[in-house]
Antibody, heavy 116, light 110 residues
Framework: EVQLVESGGALVQPGGSLRLSCEGF????????MTWVRQVPGKGLEWVANIKQDGTEKYYVDSVKGRFTISRDNAKNTLYLQMSSLRAEDTAMYYC?????????WGQGTLVTVSS | SYELTQPPSVSVSPGQTARITCSGD??????AYWYQQKSGQAPVLVIY???RRPSGISGRFSGSTSGTMATLTISGAQVEDEADYYC?????????????FGGGTKLTVL
């Protein structure tokens, strides 16, 4: 059974850093693009970043460029999102998704709260 | 940047047909995808590549496109179809591809 399990969400102060993880189970992780999507509580979905199977291509939404870094470790079947210079507007539930042009599997999400 | 525009809300009575639209300049050349999100849950794909339905998704759901508009149609909407619906698509510039969700449409069935 395919599963994605996110972790790492926490309460962090503005300007702080956090690293999210997403571990994949039940599929060949290295065969798929992977994507992070976030959702401010009560608001809509926002595509955040994605990464190619071998990590050679990465793309970001403009609002996180230079502050967030997406990466992966295929040996550990794990996707990461390193977030720095965090702002209040980064407060959201962060989901990882398996990406084959469609997001066919999603994790349950991990909540990031940026507040003093 | 690229934007997809959806109506904030649509309301129908049970058994009626609900139509949710999504407009975007690149839709004539890029596929539209539709996700359903019920309260407290992760999104679920209900339509891909404009009009294709994943296995396990009710036949009440269908998709279509015309020019710069994609439409999700729910025929004979049921109370369990009440959810937020998001369109999703892509675009590309000379330097950067874009992936974007629409703002979402809250479907009320009552």
């Amino acid at each position: 059974e395919v599963q994605l399990v996110e972790s790492g969400g926490a309460l962090v102060q503005p300007g702080g850093s956090l690293r999210l993880s997403c571990e994949g189970f039940g599929f060949t992780f290295s065969n798929y693009w992977m994507t992070w999507v976030r959702q401010v509580p009560g608001k809509g979905l926002e595509w955040v970043a994605n990464i190619k199977q071998d990590g050679t291509e990465k793309y970001y939404v403009d609002s996180v460029k230079g502050r967030f870094t997406i990466s992966r470790d295929n040996a550990k079947n794990t996707l990461y999102l390193q977030m720095s210079s965090l702002r209040a507007e980064d407060t959201a539930m962060y989901y990882c998704a398996r990406d084959r042009s469609i997001f066919d599997y999603w994790g349950q999400g991990t909540l990031v709260t940026v507040s003093s | 940047s690229y934007e997809l525009t959806q109506p904030p809300s649509v309301s129908v009575s049970p058994g009626q047909t609900a139509r949710i639209t999504c407009s975007g300049d690149a839709l004539p050349k890029k596929y539209a995808y539709w996700y359903q999100q019920k309260s407290g849950q992760a999104p679920v794909l209900v339509i891909y590549e404009d009009s294709r339905r994943p296995s396990g998704i009710s036949g009440r759901f269908s998709g279509s496109t015309s020019g710069t508009m994609a439409t999700l149609t729910i025929s004979g909407a049921q109370v369990e179809d009440e959810a937020d619906y998001y369109c999703y698509s892509t675009d590309s510039s000379d330097t950067h591809p874009y992936w974007v969700f629409g703002g979402g449409t809250k479907l009320t069935v009552l």
